[in-house]
């Protein structure tokens, strides 16, 4: 069982409370947590591990929503929702891939800081001798090298 603590309210708030509403806020609420998890865990361990899921959970969807366009279907056929959905999966996977192939400290990044990261950056595209070059700050080259030395050794796994 979790023991949860109310939030405490504004001073001028606990005055528009009924009564019934200040004893409920008053007394205290407990939480059940039913679990097959393996008995060698300890009950803080199952109650942060289940915290973390719901939040690892939410933060997911978020993404799904906000980074990947999915907040809505854009049709009433339900195929063809359902497609629109399986590509916007298929593009949250793939970009957790290349996640994994960032440095550390950008693993915990959004799609949108990662778009903003890599792709709004500023450059030059230059044309010499039939090659086209794209200029840009020597750390995004170095960011860039390390991005596809990654790659190419998770190809090779």
Same mark, same amino acid.
């Given at each position: 069982?979790?023991?949860?603590?109310?939030?405490?309210?504004?001073?001028?708030? *606990?005055?528009?409370?009924t009564e019934e509403e200040k004893l409920?806020?008053?007394?205290? @609420?407990? @939480?059940?947590?039913?679990? &097959?998890?393996?008995?060698?865990?300890?009950?803080?361990?199952?109650?942060?591990?289940?915290?973390?899921?719901?939040?690892?959970?939410? &933060?997911?969807?978020?993404?799904?929503?906000?980074?990947?366009?999915?907040?809505?279907?854009?049709?009433?056929?339900?195929?063809? &929702?359902?497609?629109?959905?399986? #590509?916007?999966?298929?593009?949250?996977?793939?970009?957790?891939?290349?996640?994994?192939?960032?440095?550390?400290? *950008?693993?915990? @990044?959004?799609?949108?800081?990662?778009?903003?990261?890599?792709?709004h950056l500023a450059g030059k595209v230059?044309?010499?001798s039939r090659k086209t070059v794209l200029?840009?700050?020597?750390?995004?080259?170095?960011?860039?090298?390390?991005?596809?030395?990654? #790659?190419?050794?998770?190809?090779?796994?």
């Amino acid at each position: 069982m979790v023991k949860k603590s109310v939030t405490p309210l504004l001073p001028h708030m *606990w005055d528009m409370l009924t009564e019934e509403e200040k004893l409920d806020l008053e007394r205290e @609420h407990y @939480h059940v947590i039913a679990t &097959n998890a393996d008995e060698r865990l300890s009950a803080e361990e199952v109650v942060r591990f289940y915290r973390q899921r719901g939040d690892t959970s939410e &933060n997911r969807i978020k993404e799904f929503k906000n980074g990947f366009n999915l907040s809505y279907l854009p049709s009433s056929d339900f195929i063809a &929702n359902a497609f629109y959905f399986q #590509i916007g999966v298929l593009a949250y996977n793939l970009f957790i891939l290349f996640k994994q192939t960032l440095q550390k400290s *950008w693993q915990k @990044h959004t799609v949108a800081t990662i778009r903003y990261k890599l792709y709004h950056l500023a450059g030059k595209v230059i044309k010499h001798s039939r090659k086209t070059v794209l200029k840009v700050q020597e750390e995004f080259v170095e960011i860039f090298y390390g991005i596809r030395e990654r #790659i190419y050794e998770a190809s090779l796994e």
